[in-house]
T-cell receptor, first 115, second 110 residues
């Protein structure tokens, strides 16, 4: 069966510090990968998605970036965090090579507090 | 207009009650529809897909009205464990990702 792991689960970072969140998927090949953010009192916002290694699509302009160095690895980064970057970050995957629109499955999420 | 809109609630209902949530979406070309459930401080999890003909899974019934761009979720015989936020989900313009509504909060009380 497929599993998704995301870490760290919780982190507190000062403004201006860098960020790296990592996610890996097991039990499937060539998945579509996603990073979502859920800010307090707000809905899930799609940040990035990837349909293959090195292929990243950004949905919103921001000081975050994403990379997919391996088929089942997805990384979310920032060089300098802002207070507004605080939130619940969720990595997710869906089956690839199927044209999209499929169910997506989330990791357990990372709680980021920027202070 | 937001892509997916839901009544935020909260809906407070007694155990055993029937409750219905509604959702509207803006993209008439959308093809995939889902309801997800999110518990407090947890990741969203798939509750059920929504099919054109409507579908049922135990106490849960989902319906889709393409003409009105409207999705509904009906929960019968509510349980305390149904307390959660219910997210209406529609595939995005890109086709790959999903757009989530802000969710409707349900609290089932004894």
């Amino acid at each position: 069966s497929q599993t998704i792991h995301q870490w760290p689960a919780t982190l507190v970072q000062p403004v201006g510090s860098p960020l790296s969140l990592e996610c890996t998927v097991e039990g499937t090949s060539n998945p579509n990968l996603y990073w979502y953010r859920q800010a307090a009192g707000r809905g899930l916002q799609l940040l990035f998605y990837s349909v293959g290694i090195g292929q990243i699509s950004s949905e919103v302009p921001q000081n975050l970036s994403a990379s997919r160095p391996q088929d089942r690895q997805f990384i979310l980064s920032s060089k300098k965090l802002l207070l507004s970057d605080s939130g619940f970050y969720l990595c997710a995957w869906s089956p690839g090579n199927t044209g999209g629109g499929n169910t997506i499955y989330f990791g357990e999420g990372s709680w980021l507090t920027v202070v | 207009r937001k892509e997916v809109e839901q009544d935020p609630g909260p809906f407070n209902v007694p155990e055993g009650a029937t409750v219905a949530f509604n959702c509207t979406y803006s993209n008439s070309a959308s093809q995939s529809f889902f309801w997800y459930r999110q518990d407090c401080r947890k990741e969203p999890k798939l509750l059920m897909s929504v099919y054109s003909s409507g579908n049922e899974d135990g106490r849960f019934t989902a319906q889709l009205n393409r003409a009105s761009q409207y999705i509904s979720l009906l929960i019968r015989d509510s349980k305390l464990s149904d307390s959660a936020t219910y997210l209406c989900v529609v595939n995005s313009n890109s086709g790959y990702a999903l757009n989530f509504g802000k969710g409707t909060s349900l609290l089932v009380t004894p």
